[in-house]
């Protein structure tokens, strides 16, 4: 099976900071990754699909990018609400493997 | 707007069995793929299950192969899960998911919304 790892598994940022999230493939996935947001108690929201499209509604402040087996997930000044954990996911083999999820807290 | 509930959750001994439902509203449900994917207390997302609109093509993650049953019934706009032989490692909350797609039984995508979950507990 596929694996995929995120890094950091914790990151501390401010207000108005921009971060970077990784994803790593064990093997090569092409754009086949989506990036999720998740809040205690709340289901995942979709984010980005296909690596690097803007799901609607998501805010521009959010990009992806990357193929094969290195993604990143970039926020550009974050805002209070982008505080949560976000997952990445490989969905074009079975069985849709998650990353381990990067908590993003407040510095 | 999408609008995806859970329900069945609840406390359960290992061994025994239980349904989770998914009431889907706000699209044709008939016409999407539909995912179980869970969430043990502190940890990742693991996908358990989908099935394509029609019912055609189901496939598990391995841990719940022969033990977990996923269904629908679109005149009912709802879907299910059906888990026996509960082990202690299935505990966490249970989401259900939706596919993106129009009718297509192709089941390898990602999920574009997500009920509130549910939450199942096997415990003696």
Request: net charge positive.
């Amino acid at each position: 099976d596929i694996q995929m790892t995120q890094s950091p598994s914790t990151l501390s940022a401010s207000v108005g900071d921009r971060v970077t999230i990784t994803c790593r493939a064990s093997q090569s996935i092409s754009s086949w990754l989506a990036w999720y947001q998740q809040k205690p108690g709340k289901a995942p929201k979709l984010l980005i699909y296909r690596a690097s499209h803007l799901e609607t509604g998501v805010p521009s402040r959010f990009s992806g990018s990357g193929s094969g087996t290195e993604f990143t997930l970039t926020i550009s000044s974050l805002q209070p609400d982008d505080f949560a954990t976000y997952y990445c996911q490989h969905y074009n083999t079975y069985p849709y493997p998650f990353g381990q999820g990067t908590k993003l807290e407040i510095k | 707007q999408v609008q995806l509930v859970e329900s069945g959750g609840g406390v359960v001994q290992p061994g025994r069995s239980l349904r989770l439902s998914c009431a889907a509203s706000g699209f044709t449900f008939s016409s999407y793929g539909m995912h179980w994917v869970r969430q043990a207390p502190g940890k990742g997302l693991e996908w358990v299950a989908v099935i394509s609109y029609d019912g055609s093509n189901k496939y598990y993650v391995d841990s719940v192969k022969g033990r977990f049953t996923i269904s629908r019934d679109n005149s009912k706009n709802t879907l299910y899960l059906q888990m026996t032989s509960l082990r202690a490692e299935d505990t966490a909350v249970y989401y259900c998911a939706k596919d993106p797609r129009i009718m297509t039984t192709v089941t390898l995508y990602y999920f574009d919304y997500w009920g509130q979950g549910t939450l199942v507990t096997v415990s003696s």
